[in-house]
């Protein structure tokens, strides 16, 4: 049972330069979350998803974009990549209720 | 503006001692509160939780008690060990999303 999985694990990519990060779950989850953690900053909700189809914007959404076709699985896009978008990107998902989030191990990105 | 607090960024604990984490919010629908611990290069795991309608729960080494008219909760751990160094958020939930803290750096001296 691999849970949540994330890929790519690292990435560097140049100011402009676009990218998508995969989040994919087997756990049949309802909600997927895409949060991003910066030193002092704790982790901070990007976008979220309640469904197959459906998604919403968390605390920080502007120049991402994601996309949640498929239920198991939650892209992140970055169009035009900034460095302010440097830092480590964590999916997570879970169930219905008060079921605690599940995350995975995270894709340190960074933009030069 | 940070609705979940945690002002404390690092706690050094000797081994088998107490570790006293604590957190603070302001968003008064908040219903639920959780305990998450990291290490490094890893996803941060779930450690313990308490609903707003408890003001304490406990499991095994570690208690979350929760005050809700001071708006705070803290998490003990005790006793402390080794294994137990890493980052610790704080979160809270209201509807479908869940906000975190900056994170306390728990390190524990043998």
């Known amino acids: 049972n691999a849970g949540v999985t994330q890929t790519p694990k690292f990435r560097v990519l140049k100011t402009g330069q676009s990218m998508t990060l995969l989040c994919a779950q087997d756990m049949n989850h309802e909600y997927m979350y895409w949060y991003r953690q910066d030193p002092g900053m704790g982790l901070r909700l990007i976008h979220y998803?309640?469904?197959?189809?459906?998604?919403a914007k968390g605390e920080v959404p502007d120049g991402y974009n994601v996309s949640r076709l498929k239920k198991q699985n939650f892209l992140l896009g970055l169009e035009s990549a900034a460095p302010s978008q440097t830092s480590v990107y964590f999916c997570a998902s879970t169930g219905q209720g008060d079921s605690p989030l599940h995350f995975g191990n995270g894709t340190r990105l960074t933009v030069t | 503006d940070q609705q979940v607090k945690q002002n404390s960024p690092s706690l050094s604990v000797q081994e088998g001692r107490i570790s006293i984490l604590n957190c603070d919010y302001t968003n008064s629908m908040f219903d639920y509160f959780l305990w998450y611990k990291k290490y490094p290069a890893e996803g941060p795991t779930f450690l313990i939780s308490?609903?707003?309608?408890?003001d304490k729960n406990e499991d095994g080494r570690f208690t979350v008690f929760l005050n809700k008219s001071a708006k705070h909760l803290s998490l003990h751990i005790v006793p402390s060990q080794p294994g137990d160094s890493a980052v610790y958020f704080c979160?809270?939930?209201?509807?479908?999303?869940?906000?975190f803290g900056a994170g306390t750096t728990v390190t524990v001296r043998a």
């Open positions: 308490i609903s707003s309608i408890k």
């Open positions: 979160a809270a939930k209201v509807g479908y999303k869940l906000s």
């Open positions: 998803s309640v469904g197959e189809g459906t998604t």
